[in-house]
């Protein structure tokens, strides 16, 4: 029987594909090495935990720390040392990345990336034509880098991009990275590797490059009394993160589509579905609350490092939008509801000049809201000194007990318990679940 010729060019693309794939799998089995290919993360796993034995959960989970060192304040920025380059002074960061167990709000505690085991991490701030060195130490369980998101005076490599301009940063490795500070403006670092996972994890803080005429450019009103950080992002507390292999789909004679690809296993997606919002890597009510005093002059730099849309609303007062990704705008405009995207800064301004109670939010429909919690997700008060009314006294000792009785995480880590009940034993429940 003589086959037709366009069918013999589709069986032969057919066995060619199964040989490739069938090769791949082979090779993704067997052997420990450095990862090579960025986009498609199939040998990172591996070089972690070589098969045929992953660690087990109790021993994964045993690299988290149970709680941050202290408090994450965006606000402050880290202290840098100064060194000579020669006759040049840099400016010398050091970042750890260090695992931990993070409290979103009462009762949602969650394992986490971070930076200097913080969430957000410290804010580098220094000022534009700066030299800045930052070492980076991977003391954490999984392959990391830093992107330096706006910062264009540097040369590729200290870009933070694996396989395209550098190697991944293994567990137990440092990284130094190189820049001269600039242009200026409000930007971010985050951790490129798997992105928007290791986002979504706590790897992101404030990188603020003042200009060499001061802080306040652009400011309708004068200096500001107030200059402040927030950063928002999304996670899934019911996500599953766990080492190899019960982040992969076993694939081949072993998997429950054999026939459909040879390759031993598959790793399996970053597909969260949100269900917690954060402000400074916090839900409302447990945002601390913004205090100004009557005509403080207040300055937000408003950093969108999620994956949705973040629209922020201020009650009382509205914004004069001066600043866009760090650059200053030749024509301010005013609004008191700003559409944010992902990556986007905007830098905002206004003038405490009406006493009271407001709420600052965001609009978009369950970003304010969480799992057994209303009003929570991306919100803050806005509180003139020493003003309260009675409703909000009373909401705040609701808060209180709320945080008394919740139920927590055990001392083995052994449940992530939203606060609408329920929860996530890891020492089971997480097992053989993918990202």
Same mark, same amino acid.
């Given at each position: ?37 960025? !986009? ?21 989970? =045993? ?12 606000? &402050? ?123 979504? !994890? ?28 927030? &950063? ?15 982040? /992969? /789909? ?113 609009? =978009? ?40 009785? &919740? ?7 052994? /449940? ?9 034993? !890891? ?9």
């Amino acid at each position: 029987m003589t086959l037709p010729g366009k069918l013999k060019l589709v069986i032969v693309f057919i066995v060619l594909s199964f040989s490739v794939m069938f090769i791949d799998g082979i090779f993704f089995d067997n052997y420990n090495t450095r990862p090579s290919m960025a !986009m498609m993360h199939m040998q990172v796993r591996p070089t972690l935990y070589p098969e045929p034995s992953a660690p087990s959960l109790k021993e994964y989970f =045993a690299k988290w720390k149970y709680f941050p060192d202290k408090p994450s304040n965006p606000d &402050i920025p880290m202290a840098p040392e100064t060194v000579m380059d020669g006759r040049v002074p840099v400016k010398v960061f050091h970042i750890n990345m260090q695992n931990v167990l993070h409290e979103i709000r009462p009762g949602v505690r969650v394992p986490m990336f971070s930076f200097n085991s913080q969430i957000p991490a410290p804010t580098i701030r220094v000022r534009e034509g700066d030299r800045v060195r930052v070492y980076f130490y991977n003391n954490g369980t999984e392959p990391h880098t830093i992107h330096w998101h706006g910062i264009n005076e540097m040369t590729s490599e200290n870009d933070g991009v694996p396989d395209i301009n550098q190697e991944w940063v293994l567990p137990g490795e440092t990284y130094v990275y190189n820049f001269t500070a600039g242009p200026s403006g409000s930007k971010m670092f985050h951790c490129h590797v798997e992105a928007p996972h290791h986002i979504s !994890m706590g790897m992101f803080g404030a990188l603020i490059v003042d200009p060499q005429d001061g802080p306040n450019d652009g400011s309708p009103f004068g200096a500001a009394d107030q200059d402040k950080v927030y &950063i928002f992002t999304e996670f899934d507390s019911r996500h599953a993160h766990t080492p190899l292999p019960a982040e /992969m /789909m076993a694939m081949g004679p072993d998997g429950p589509y054999p026939w459909l690809l040879p390759s031993p296993k598959m790793l399996m997606p970053f597909d969260p579905d949100f269900n917690e919002f954060l402000l400074n890597g916090k839900s409302a009510p447990w945002v601390p609350p913004l205090v100004v005093e009557d005509g403080d002059v207040v300055r937000l730099r408003l950093i969108n490092l999620g994956m949705e849309m973040h629209s922020l609303h201020i009650h009382g007062h509205s914004f004069i939008v001066t600043h866009r990704d760090g650059f200053k705008l030749t024509s301010p405009y005013e609004v008191d509801t700003l559409l944010i995207g992902p990556g986007e800064r905007y830098d905002v301004w206004f003038k405490a000049e009406n006493p009271g109670l407001w709420v600052i939010h965001d609009h =978009a429909g369950r970003n304010m809201v969480a799992d057994g919690f209303d009003p929570a997700g991306i919100m803050t008060v806005l509180q003139y000194k020493d003003y309260s009314t009675e409703a909000y006294e009373k909401f705040l000792e609701r808060v209180r007990v709320y945080e008394r009785d &919740i139920r927590h995480v055990d001392e083995s880590h052994g /449940m992530l318990t939203p606060s609408g009940g329920g929860g996530m034993d !890891m020492s089971a429940g997480m097992d053989g679940m993918g990202h």
